[in-house]
């Protein structure tokens, strides 16, 4: 079940991606609709944070494209935010949560600027959003897992960004605060933003999101909740990888180059 | 002494020369090692610091003398190459990147030496001093290499300078950075030269094989005292410093002794003090706060036993029968006893001790802290009565008085521990 619809704010064509010699990826083709909260799940390995890098063009597509705002990455970027996994970084970094907050507002501010009043105080504010205020001097490190994964959300916040890629917001966070972003998400969503999110629970996923993904190396399923979270689509999603696409990746593996590759 | 007032009072325009080199190199190494450290290349530095040398010679059998813009170009070029190479074989092959840094640092370093003992032998006049490129001669520096090595360290400062929030977030969070559209590649490229730049600043004045010691160790040694980069910068260039400027005036005062060698002895003094007694993480400090603790722990006991004795209607303990208590710690308790006096916790008249009404109150804090936490125990960990004595003793010492409301809240103001014992609290506080 895919469904496409017209003037998508995120528009993904035939995307196929490779990790060198390995296919993670196969001709994903989905459209989503603005201010949405949309849901993307998986099994693990099932390819979901690649999704999300490709499009923001962190890792390289073999072959296809995808389009934000009808337009190329670069045009919007200043509309694009992008949250990484938590895990992805050293929270050794000598700096406090306030410091990461504000990076949020470096690519406005462009080169040789310094942060200043005015970007603190937007920093401060996001911090507040995700009831952190109280931490912003605190060193990153002696944070809860689940607190600086709201510092990572509030940095999003504080690039005032119109879409909202998030790898996994709820990992390690506990049950009120999940609650508590869903409803700052949905805030978002109701003022035409757009907020899309990695999630792994299906139970709760039935209940967040207004549009789901179901993403296992290849598209399972992408269209309205209610429309999509079947028993069926969910074995397909869940069942183990498709056994000919894993074949067929071996094969790849195994011939000393990739012939996905142009 | 006399050579030390003489050195420090920069009267003579040559140690004046030096010192500013010496300065200038010192704090560019240290503001790139810091970024070098914190990105986890530190492998990388060492092996560029070796990897120059064979540029060196190359340079010299060039040139055929020890002309400051031949050497700087060979050092970076090989200096260059050899991160380049490291970056290509650690892609292409499957080899580990530190595998492949150790054998391109032994490859680079190996060449160098062949080099130079070939360039020792032909017994050209003009190379002696060649040596000095390996552990480095402050003194030997004149007035063209200053400006050479001079201007290369005070453009690494300022490009760092114009690029801190860049390299920042960079170094933080690569992939965020890319998301927000800088230049992540060319950044890399920048920073790799200056890197390789930072190395060559310091060949002759600290010699190629201590000059990763001089990016490293400050930056480490300062992350022992601040956790925040401006700060972490700060200390690294003035640790980067002392240690630069104390190896110049080691080779002044004593002549022929390299200058390399001493900036490192200096340098891990302070990485050493720095270990020992920073406020932070030193051993010391961690040494204290742990003694801090267990006489804490000792207090809280006797109060303890001074509120049982309430509890068991006594008016309070003879003297002697708490120091009996905590055998093998009588000065111990004796020390204790007079500081809890000291605070108002306790009287201590005519060899009976007795609580104050402050003492009581605190007494009662530490019995409610270990009653509600045995409460929280079997109720929500599911913890036999019998078995929660033992962390309860543990925890009453360090329950703060946020976890107390928590805990309070969540058991609903109980008034009665497991054990049926009450739970005492101050009558005029809820
Ligand atoms: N940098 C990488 N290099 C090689 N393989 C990778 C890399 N990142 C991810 N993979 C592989 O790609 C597959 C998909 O990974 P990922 O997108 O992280 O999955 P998910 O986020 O759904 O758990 C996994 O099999 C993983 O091992
Ligand atoms: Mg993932």
């Known amino acids: 079940m895919i469904q496409h619809i017209e003037n998508p704010v995120v528009e993904v064509h035939d995307l196929m991606v490779s990790y060198g010699q390995n296919p993670v990826l196969w001709n994903v083709d989905l459209s989503l609709p603005a201010g949405s909260l949309v849901g993307i799940l998986g099994p693990n390995g099932a390819g979901k944070s690649t999704l999300i890098k490709a499009i923001m063009g962190l890792v390289e597509a073999n072959s296809g494209y995808s389009k934000l705002f009808d337009q190329e990455l670069n045009q919007v970027r200043n509309k694009v935010s992008y949250v990484p996994q938590r895990e992805s970084v050293d929270w050794d970094f000598p700096a406090s949560a306030l410091d990461i907050v504000m990076m949020g507002t470096y690519h406005h501010l462009g080169l040789l600027k310094r942060p200043g009043k005015k970007e603190k105080e937007l920093a ?26 709201r510092v990572f959300i509030a940095r999003a916040l504080a690039q005032q960004a119109e879409l909202y890629f998030m790898d996994e917001p709820f990992a390690g966070v506990d049950m009120s605060t999940e609650k508590a972003l869903i409803e700052l998400f949905r805030e978002m969503t109701a003022e035409g933003k757009t907020v899309i999110v990695v999630h792994h629970d299906i139970y709760s996923a039935g209940k967040y999101f207004d549009w789901l993904i179901m993403l296992n190396m290849h598209l399972v399923a992408s269209g309205p909740t209610a429309e999509v979270l079947t028993e069926e689509l969910l074995t397909k999603t869940y069942g183990g990888k498709l056994s000919t696409l894993a074949d067929l990746g071996e094969i790849i593996k195994k011939s000393g180059f990739n012939p996905l590759k142009d | 002494m006399e050579d030390f007032l003489y050195f420090f009072s920069f009267q003579d325009p040559n140690v004046l020369m030096v010192v500013i080199g010496i300065s200038l190199l010192s704090i560019s190494a240290a503001m790139v090692g810091t970024f070098t450290f914190l990105d986890k290349k530190a492998l990388v530095g060492d092996a560029i610091s070796h990897a120059v040398l064979p540029g060196v010679c190359l340079a010299f059998m060039f040139s055929g003398n020890k002309n400051p813009y031949w050497i700087v170009s060979g050092a970076f070029f090989t200096g260059a190459l050899s991160t380049y190479v490291i970056s290509w074989v650690a892609r292409y092959t499957k080899l580990k990147e530190d595998t492949v840094i150790a054998s391109v640092l032994s490859i680079f370093f190996g060449v160098g030496i062949v080099l130079m003992t070939q360039l020792q032998q032909t017994g050209n006049a003009s190379l002696s001093g060649l040596d000095h490129f390996i552990f480095g001669n402050a003194i030997s520096i004149v007035r063209e290499d200053l400006w050479v090595y001079g201007a290369l360290a005070t453009c690494i400062i300022v490009v760092l300078l114009v690029f801190y929030k860049e390299f920042k977030v960079m170094v933080f969070n690569r992939s965020f950075a890319e998301s927000i559209g800088l230049p992540v590649k060319r950044l890399d490229f920048v920073f790799n030269s200056l890197m390789v730049l930072a190395v060559v600043t310091g060949i002759q004045a600290i010699g190629v094989v201590l000059m990763a010691a001089l990016l490293i160790t400050p930056a480490a040694a300062a992350k022992f005292w601040t956790d925040r980069l401006s700060r972490l910068l700060f ?85 002697k029968d708490i120091v009996d208590n905590f055998p093998g710690k009588v000065v111990k308790t004796h020390r204790t006893l007079r500081q809890l006096k000291k605070k108002g916790y306790i009287t201590n008249d005519r060899e009976l001790v007795a609580l104050t009404s402050t003492g009581n109150s605190e007494a009662k804090r530490i019995v409610r802290l270990h009653r509600l936490w045995e409460l929280y125990m079997t109720e929500y960990m599911n913890i036999a009565p019998d078995h929660v004595h033992e962390s309860a003793e543990k925890f009453e010492h360090i329950i703060t008085p946020e976890l107390e409301r928590q805990l309070d809240k969540s058991l609903n103001f109980p008034k009665e521990d497991p054990h049926q014992s009450i739970i005492p609290r101050d009558q005029n506080k809820p």
Not at chain 2, 276 to 302: A, C, E, N, P
Not at chain 2, 306 to 315: C, G, P, R, V
């Open chain 1, 124 to 149: 401060m504010d996001c911090l507040d959003k995700v009831n952190m205020k109280n931490f912003a001097g605190r060193q990153i490190s002696e944070l809860s897992g689940g607190q600086q994964q």
């Open chain 2, 235 to 319: 200390l690294a260039v003035l640790f980067s410093l002392i240690s630069g400027i104390s190896g110049a005036y080691i080779s002044f005062s004593l002549p022929h002794m390299p200058t390399g060698p001493w900036v490192v002895v200096v340098l891990s003094i302070i990485a050493f003090l720095s270990f020992f007694f920073s406020t932070k993480k030193g051993i010391l400090t961690r040494w204290v706060s742990r003694r801090k603790y267990q006489s804490k722990i000792h207090r809280d006991h006797i109060l303890k036993a001074l509120y049982q004795a309430e509890e068991h209607d006594k008016k309070g303990l003879p003297q």
